[in-house]
C-alpha cells in the first residue's frame, strides 16, 4: 500500500493507523476527511532534522498554511519547532485564535489590502514578504503610522521553469508573484525598500512552483539569489542575512509518481548554495523553506459512501460518492490523479475500472478517472488517499453541499477537529 499507516483487518476493511474506515464513516458520516498526527508530525520532523543538520541550527520550515488551514493544524506545527506562512488576515486569524505565535508568522499575497497590512502589522506578525513596490509603499507608510520598524522579505522571481504544472509554477519571469530579477526590475525594488525607514530588509523570498520532484529547479534558484545577492552587495553594501527559498517538494499521490527522498533534497540544495556562497564570498544566510503539501497531504485520507455503480455501455463505469469537487477540487482544476480504494472489500481483486464521480451537477466533478477498485455496491466505503493537503483548504458549497467534518488520529483514538457544517451554516449570513 502507498503508505506505512494503512492496512486491512480481519473483515477484508481498510484500516488507517489502526482504526477500521467504516467505523470512521460509521461513527462520524460522510464525506470525510481523516488526518493522521504522528504522519503529520513525522513529516514536520523530517524538516526540521533535516534543515538544521543541513543548513545549521538557525534554518527552520515554515508549514505553508494554505495548503490546510484550521486551528487543529498550528499546535501540532509550533510543537515540532515549524514556523508558518499565510497568505491572507483569514489564515492569520486562524493561526492566531489556535494560539500560534504572531512572531512566527510570514505574511505572504500578491495583494495586501491596506486593512490586511494594518492587521499584520497590528498583531506583529513576525516577517512580512513584500509581492511587490505598491505594497512596500503602503507598508512604509502604515508600519510607521503604527510606530514600528516591520522585518521584511522581499520577493523575487528567478525565472525558473520547474517543468511542472502550468497553473502551479510561480517562477517563471511571466508571473503576477514578487519581482523579476531577469528584466532588472528587482534592483530598483530593492533598492527603494532599503530607503525605507519603517521597514527593515533581512532578505530574499523566491517560490518556484510545486509538486516539484527534481533537484536542478531549486540548485538553480539558490544560486541565482545567492548570486544575484552578492551583485547587490558589491553595488549596495547591503548583506543579506536571511533566504527563504519557498516550498514545492513533490508528494507520492500514485504507486507511479515517485518517492522524494527530503533530507537528501535538502542536503544536495545546502551543499549548493554553500558552494555558490563561498565562491562569491557570502556568508551563508539564514534558510527557510516553505512546506505545504509535503507535511499535510500523506496524513489526509478522504472517506465517501458510494451511492453505486452506473454503467454507460461501450463507454465507461462510474461509481458516484457523496462528496466530490466540493471537497476536493483539484481534479476539476489539474487533473490531479489519486489512489483510490474501495475500503469496504479491500481483499477483493481491485479489477473494476471506473470514473469517480461526485454530486454536483457539473459532468466536471471527477475525483479520478479509469482507475481501478473492487466492484463497489451501493453504500461502500471509497477511500481516496493523500487529500491532507489543498482539499479541505479549497472546499467549497457549491451545490449548497455542506464542508465535510475532520477528524484528526491522535493517540489512537480519532478525534472531531472540524465540525460538519449544517445546512444553517450554509445560510447562516444570508439576510
Ligand atoms: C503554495 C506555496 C507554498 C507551498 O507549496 P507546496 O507545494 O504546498 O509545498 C510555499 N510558499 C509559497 C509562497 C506558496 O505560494
Redesign the pocket.
Known amino acids: 500500500m502507498l503508505y506505512s499507516n494503512l492496512n486491512i483487518n480481519e473483515k477484508g476493511h481498510l484500516t488507517i493507523g489502526g482504526l477500521d474506515a467504516e467505523d470512521l464513516a460509521a461513527e462520524f458520516g460522510t464525506p470525510l476527511y481523516f488526518m493522521d498526527e504522528e504522519m503529520l508530525r513525522v513529516n514536520c520532523r523530517t524538516y526540521v532534522d533535516a534543515m538544521h543538520r543541513y543548513f545549521g541550527p538557525e534554518a527552520a520550515p515554515l508549514y505553508?498554511s494554505?495548503?490546510l488551514c484550521f486551528k487543529g493544524v498550528y499546535p501540532v506545527i509550533e510543537s515540532e519547532g515549524m514556523y508558518a506562512?499565510v497568505?491572507s488576515p483569514g489564515e492569520i486569524y486562524t493561526a492566531l485564535a489556535a494560539g500560534f505565535p504572531a512572531e512566527k508568522l510570514f505574511f505572504?499575497g500578491t495583494n495586501k489590502t491596506d486593512e490586511d497590512i494594518r492587521y499584520g502589522v497590528s498583531s506583529g506578525v513576525g516577517c512580512f514578504?513584500v509581492d511587490n513596490a505598491n505594497e512596500l509603499r503602503s507598508l512604509e507608510r502604515i508600519a510607521g503610522e503604527l510606530g514600528t520598524k516591520q522585518k521584511i522579505l522581499l520577493r523575487l522571481t528567478v525565472g525558473l521553469d520547474p517543468h511542472t504544472l502550468e497553473a502551479?509554477n510561480?517562477g517563471r519571469v511571466d508571473s503576477q508573484?514578487g519581482v523579476p530579477i531577469d528584466t532588472g526590475q528587482a534592483d530598483g525594488f530593492v533598492r527603494e525598500a532599503l530607503a525605507c525607514e519603517n521597514v527593515e530588509v533581512a532578505g530574499f523570498?523566491s517560490?518556484v512552483?510545486?509538486?516539484i520532484f527534481e533537484s536542478d529547479s531549486f540548485n538553480r534558484q539558490v544560486e541565482i539569489l545567492a548570486e544575484y545577492a552578492a551583485k547587490l552587495r558589491d553595488e549596495t553594501g547591503f548583506v543579506i542575512r536571511e533566504l527563504n527559498i519557498?516550498?514545492?517538494?513533490g508528494v507520492r499521490y500514485t504507486e507511479q509518481d515517485p518517492l522524494l527522498d527530503i533530507p537528501e533534497r535538502i542536503a544536495e540544495i545546502a551543499a549548493h548554495l554553500k558552494t555558490t556562497c563561498e565562491r562569491l564570498g557570502l556568508d551563508i544566510p539564514r534558510v527557510f523553506m516553505?512546506?505545504?503539501?509535503?507535511?499535510v497531504a500523506n496524513a489526509g485520507v478522504t472517506l465517501y459512501t458510494t451511492g453505486g455503480t452506473k454503467e454507460v455501455r461501450g463507454y465507461r463505469n462510474y461509481v458516484t460518492v457523496d462528496g466530490g469537487m466540493t471537497d476536493n477540487p483539484r481534479y476539476a482544476l489539474y487533473k490531479s490523479e489519486y489512489t483510490v480504494l474501495n475500503a469496504s472489500r479491500m481483499n477483493d481483486a481491485a479489477d473494476y475500472e471506473c470514473t469517480i464521480a461526485g454530486r454536483c451537477c457539473e459532468s466536471g466533478d471527477r475525483i479520478a478517472e479509469y482507475v481501478r477498485i473492487a466492484e463497489p455496491e451501493r453504500g461502500d466505503i471509497i477511500a481516496v488517499l493523500t487529500t491532507g493537503?489543498?482539499n479541505y483548504s479549497m472546499a467549497s458549497n457549491y451545490n449548497r453541499v455542506p464542508r465535510p467534518a475532520m477528524v484528526m488520529l491522535s493517540g489512537g483514538k480519532a478525534r472531531l477537529v472540524v465540525r460538519r457544517e449544517s445546512f444553517e451554516d450554509i445560510i447562516k449570513n444570508e439576510i
Open positions: 505553508a494554505k495548503a506562512d497568505v505572504h514578504v502551479i510561480t508573484f523570498h517560490h512552483g510545486s509538486q519557498g516550498g514545492g517538494l516553505e512546506p505545504g503539501r509535503s507535511i493537503a489543498y
